[in-house]
């Protein structure tokens, strides 16, 4: 065939033409067919045109209520805990949820924290605004105040700043205490369980908040590896060359430097021969250590510059009994059932790499569901479990408080829409999956009588505790916080694992009783007072009258604990004592 690109004395001969629409119906080239094929396109394109403009002009707002209804049968597959950045993790979030109606943007959390820090150096404290419903409880401005001037503090007192090494030379020297000095110290040292020691260190903040000291935290096996630095531009680590540190285990209440042992032999009119006083607030204390709770023994520790403290106990409520700080716990909290909400929210950030197990476990398990639920079992009884009796107690307390829905055991599928599914994400916290692997099966096998879909979740299941293991500590510092990003809350009696996690969520939990006997509590718990944690060992002694009395009764705001009859916890003075 010729090309058509001659002049028109070269026009083809008619057998050429022959040939060529030959070759044409041969091929399906057909000049009709062509320009209905062209046509076709034409019309097609135009139609895709209109549509995309109508879908232009759609509520954004409509598509993703789609998308989301879409996502409610989606389970994430599981992924490595060990790996990802947090950073991106982040902002896969904020790209899914940024029409949620509980994200905030206040970082600073109504200014209860400083804006001094450096952008990415602590990436929860960064971020947590855009996982975390914003609280319903603001700081009072005193307290902020009062955080401001402790940063200035303990920005003038901290480790290797002149003042430090001045005293610290002092203790190491054996010198005399100074009449009034500019910088006492409040050293916190390592002991106890992982919950114990964020409630016992945030008791010990509040303390020297109230004192003027300045906080140091002896770092133990981990403590630098869970949490990010508090204060900005001044460590809150006790360094490690500090002259004493390696006599902390060893200080018990027969020390000489022990705050008791030293009222009891010396009645409090001599200092410590060792420059120090060393406090033994754990659970085991006597009646005269129990003394640093009374306004008149206090003084004997006003003007010492170290003060060595131990506890595995959340003390607080008894400083609200001291007359000394009456007025300005008032003024630091109006409300007093959220001490430790602020102060933990203050306080405990997850380091980078616990916030990368947090935020990857909750965009993949949690973000998607319309409610998180958080389930927190701890059992007393050392053999293995499951146990049945407290597997019918989670069930008994979700059921009966229309925490989860019941199922419907008689029919195979409840025909519900898939716009208005709802899905519930429930977090399921235990040392032994045996729990979890129940009630997953049971909402797997079983329609819900309100066509909700039931998700359940375990991160981890450990088998028992391991207080010496970092990733151990690492999982349940990463389950507590997840936890107080849940909307309702089950926690277990005597908890303070599930004290944290409510206190940093502000959540009122469910509180399953302690059972006894191997037998399901009847009712299976109840709904606690407040959302402040429990002292499980206060004393119970009049300061004024030196004899025993009922602590419990003695302020509206101290009342028994739910789950401990014994002891003490902060409430707001409306509400009645249910022990």
Known sequence: MRRLNKTSNDLPKISDLDVFRDQQTRFGLNPLKLMGGFVVCLMGVSVLFSISVILKD?????????????????????RDLEQDDPLAESVKHSEKLDSSSFEH?????????????????????????????????????????????????????GPNTESYNRFVANLRDGEKYEESP??????????????????????????????????????????????????????WLLPLDFPIIDQFKSLNQKSPECFGNMLKTSNGSSPSPSGYV????????????????????????????????????????????????????????????????????YLFFPTNPIWGLITRYYNSYLAQANERIGIQVRVFDTRPGPFQYVLDQILACSLDNNVLPNINANESFITSSLGNQKSKAVLLTSLSSGYFEKI????????????????????????????????HHRKAWAEMYLLSLTDKLITSSWSTFGYVAQSLGGLNPWILYKPEN?????????????????????????????????????????????????????????????A
């Open 58 to 78: 759609f509520n954004s707002n409509s598509i993703l209520t789609v998308a989301d209804a879409a996502r409610v049968l989606h389970v994430a597959p599981p």
């Open 105 to 157: 943007d206040d970082k600073l959390l109504n200014g209860l924290l400083s804006g001094q820090f450096d952008e990415g150096s602590c990436l929860s404290r960064d971020q947590v605004a855009s996982y975390r419903k914003q609280s319903p409880y603001k700081p009072s401005s005193y307290l902020v105040s009062r955080l401001r001037r402790y940063e200035a503090l303990h920005k003038r007192c």
């Open 182 to 235: 500019d910088c006492k110290y409040l050293v916190w040292v390592s002991y106890s369980g992982l919950g114990n020691r964020i409630l016992t260190l945030g008791s010990a903040f509040l303390y020297a908040l109230l004192t003027d000291r300045v906080l140091l935290v002896d770092r133990g096996v981990d403590l630098d590896d869970l949490f990010c630095e508090p204060f900005p531009e001044a460590s």
């Open 278 to 345: 060393y406090l033994h607030l754990v659970h085991d204390y006597d009646d005269h250590d129990k003394l640093f709770f009374c306004d008149q023994d206090q003084s004997f520790l006003q003007n010492v510059p170290w003060v060595i403290m131990k506890s595995d106990n959340y003390f607080i409520p008894s400083l609200f009994l001291m007359p000394t700080f009456e007025q300005e716990l008032h003024n630091l909290f109006p409300e007093k059932e959220t001490v430790f909400h602020f102060i933990g929210r």
């Open 440 to 471: 997953r099966d049971m909402y797997w096998e079983h329609p819900t009588v309100t066509g909700e879909v039931i998700q359940i979740f375990q991160p981890s299941h450990e088998g028992y505790q391991q207080t010496e293991k970092k990733m």
């Open 518 to 578: 191997e037998t399901t509590p009847n009712p299976a718990c109840t709904r606690a007072m407040s959302i402040e944690p429990c002292f499980h060992a206060p004393p119970f002694f009049d300061c004024k009258k030196r004899t025993g009395t009922d602590t419990g009764l003695v302020v509206p705001h101290v009342r028994h604990c739910e789950d401990m009859s014994w002891g003490l916890k902060l409430v707001n003075p409306s509400v009645s004592s249910v």
